[in-house]
């Protein structure tokens, strides 16, 4: 694991402003990058789509008006310590809060890396005591942190609690173990989750590039999904990283190929720390339209956006509906940018 400047800087050369990073201030997140994650990097260039999302740069630490540690708004929805319940139907559920990696645009780094550990007993029982009195809850998102950074035995546990009152309930595994260090993903693991069946899981994985998709990335999904669980992807926007339409062309073909449904692509968080790394929403809407005339149903992302102060996710797409016309019809703009009339249907007597 390379988790010190020194280390960093014995295997490659710092860019000035890599080099300016304070790593002693207080409330910037540590550098962290697994061994695996690390030598996909291509150290010679130092625009590596992979190492701008992993080695730490001087301008996460300039100060940024509008952005704050919590621009979701979660610590507003968290019922108890670790369960963040926004939305109606589904609840997330921080189990720990230590990951294989640490990004550079993490949007939850007012809890990631903060040593406070795997989620206790007594967290666990109140989080699935909660869940059991909101049978509104269909979904739980096993979030972090990484819910992989667990120990299998530690996960079981969790599973046990939530399904014990409720085996009804799906359950999200959302992690970047699969990008970060796949050799994480044992046939034990898996078995292990498979063996509390009563209900799906589903994989929420998170490649940003295509470069990511190793053989040994595709191997680790491929546990799951060949043991019925579903794998879905979250990428973020990242300027630098995947803001151009080839790369996200390939990815997301890359995705559907090694059985990945992508699912969304997040535009970046007003996070403290992330603005060198967010894509205008007008260029992000651009790459957006032009994804939608090159991709497949099945290969296209939803580009979302998670609103501040707690307003939650909505799409973000062009504008297809143009008008209701005075004449009772729909106008629409084709994907060509074309006209298109839909006759709106006749009402019943
Ligand atoms: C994104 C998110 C979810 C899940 O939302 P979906 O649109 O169903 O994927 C649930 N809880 C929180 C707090 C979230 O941020």
Redesign the pocket.
């Known amino acids: 694991m390379i988790d010190t400047k020194e280390k960093l800087k014995s295997i490659l050369s710092l860019s000035p402003e890599e080099e300016a990073f304070d790593y002693t201030a207080p409330d910037s997140l540590s550098l962290k990058i697994p061994e695996y994650f690390f030598n996909l990097i291509d150290a010679s260039d130092p625009d590596d789509p992979l190492r701008i999302q992993c080695i730490p740069n001087a301008r996460e630490q300039e100060a940024e008006a509008g952005s704050g540690l919590d621009p ?1 708004a ?1 610590v507003e ?1 968290t019922q108890g310590e670790r369960l ?4 109606h ?4 559920f921080l189990t720990t809060d230590v990951c294989a990696i640490h990004c550079r645009h993490c949007f939850r780094r007012r809890f990631t890396a903060t040593d406070q550990g795997p989620a206790s007993d007594e967290e666990i029982e109140q989080a699935a005591r909660y869940v059991a009195e909101h049978p509104e809850i269909t ?1 739980l ?1 096993f979030t972090g942190g990484d819910v992989l950074s667990l120990s299998d035995s530690r996960l079981e546990a969790m599973i046990k609690a939530f399904r014990s009152l409720r085996p009804n309930l799906v359950i ?1 595994i959302c992690t970047r173990m699969p990008a970060a260090n796949p050799r994480r993903i044992t046939d034990e693991l898996v078995s292990m989750i498979k063996r509390h069946n009563s209900a799906p899981f589903y994989l929420m994985t998170q490649f940003n590039h295509g470069r990511e998709l190793t053989a040994e990335a595709i191997e680790a999904v491929a546990r799951f999904v060949d043991n019925g669980i579903p794998a879905m992807n ?1 990428s973020v926007l990242l300027r630098g990283v995947n803001d151009d339409v080839e790369t996200l062309v390939q990815l997301c073909n890359a995705l559907v190929f090694n059985r990945i449904k992508p ?2 692509l997040f535009q970046g968080d007003l996070v403290a720390g992330t603005a060198h790394l967010r894509v205008s929403i007008k260029r992000g809407l651009e790459l957006e339209a032009e994804l939608r005339r090159r991709l497949s149903g099945l290969a296209m992302p939803t580009y ?1 956006i ?1 609103l501040p102060e707690g307003g ?2 909505v799409p973000l797409t062009g504008q297809y509906l143009v008008r209701e016309t005075a004449e009772g019809a729909w106008e629409f703009k084709t994907c060509e940018g074309e006209r298109r009339l839909y006759p709106e249907a006749p009402t019943l007597r």
């Open positions: 979701l979660e929805h963040i319940h926004r939305y139907s589904r609840a997330a979904e998102l999200r979250q699912y969304y979302a998670d939650g996710k």
